[in-house]
């Protein structure tokens, strides 16, 4: 029989990270782990929207990720739509 869940107990967000030792040989950490800053970074012009989600911990970074989105094709790459699609 599994775990059970208790679904009114509230969730720790965690991320992955490069941070291990011996203590975390995972690299899970809880977003609200004291000295983790969280920074972003957005880019937003006519072709693509990007944001990069960059953690650091005490001046490392420990995880980045990245979520773009294109808004038109690149251009030369036109004739590549056809075979995603």
Known sequence: MGQIIDLCE???EQITTTH???DNPTGL???DTPGLVKKEIVTDNENE???ATEYWLHG???H???NMKLKKWPEGMEGFGAAFS
């Open 10 to 12: 509230p969730v720790m």
């Open 20 to 22: 291990t030792s011996l």
């Open 29 to 31: 950490m809880a977003v």
């Open 49 to 51: 929207h990007t944001v």
């Open 60 to 62: 490392e970074r420990v």
């Open 64 to 66: 980045r990720s990245v």
